[in-house]
């Protein structure tokens, strides 16, 4: 069964600090993998990784790849409260074709 | 554009109730999908439809039913309506798993 762990599940931090978020997964024939910011609403897309090792990198966030341990991570630097949302994993399923989410990490940044 | 349009935005139901929520989406897109979305359960998937005409069952699909009307629309039935199906509800289109776009969801509440 495919699968999507997001650790830590919730996570507060003061402004300015730096944040790492993990996502492990388990799928056979992994495609990608994804990240989105969730606010109020929709979530909203953040990266796609494929490929091992590189780094996607989009202002204060970055995400990369190890497909050796079958995870990934997300970086925000320098903290702002903008920041505050759910972040969400997920991974293409088995048979490529639905996205499978993790529960995601809750972040609250104060100032 | 609109992109994907979900209709209602909030509804109340009683217990026993049918309903019906509307999905559409003007970007031409070959699948789409339906996920709820409960407090610190990260999306999961009901139904999707990888092309008009075909449906299949995701990770949660008991009470639910689902028709792909034509390749714009894919709407999402509770022919019995549960306190357990009180949730947030998204629908969302692709072009095979890239570029999800998702709804501004439906909120249910079922009393």
């Known amino acids: 069964e495919d699968k999507v762990v997001q650790s830590p599940l919730s996570l507060v931090v003061h402004e300015g600090d730096t944040v790492t978020l993990n996502c492990s997964y388990e799928v056979t024939n992994f495609r990608s993998l994804l990240w989105y910011k969730q606010e109020k609403k929709a979530p909203t897309f953040l990266f796609m990784l494929t490929s091992s090792g590189i780094e996607k990198k989009s202002g204060r966030l970055s995400s990369i790849l190890d497909k050796k341990e079958l995870s990934s991570i997300l970086n925000i630097t320098a903290t702002q409260t903008g920041d505050s949302a759910i972040y969400l994993c997920a991974v293409v399923n088995q048979a490529g074709t639905a996205l499978i989410f993790g529960k995601g990490t809750t972040l609250s940044v104060s100032s | 554009n609109a992109g994907v349009t979900q209709t209602p935005k909030f509804q109340v139901l009683k217990t026993g109730q049918s309903m019906t929520l509307q999905c559409a989406q003007d970007?031409?897109?070959?699948?789409m999908y339906w996920y709820r979305q409960d407090p610190g359960m990260g999306l999961r998937l009901i139904y999707y439809s990888a092309s008009e005409g075909t449906t299949d069952k995701g990770e949660v699909p008991n009470g639910y039913n689902v028709s792909r009307l034509n390749k714009r629309e894919f709407s999402l039935r509770l022919e019995s309506a549960a306190p357990s199906q009180t949730s947030v509800y998204f629908c969302?289109?692709?072009?095979?798993?890239?570029?999800?776009?998702f709804g501004s969801g439906t909120r249910l509440t079922v009393v």
């Open positions: 970007m031409n897109h070959n699948s």
């Open positions: 969302a289109s692709s072009q095979g798993t890239v570029g999800y776009t």
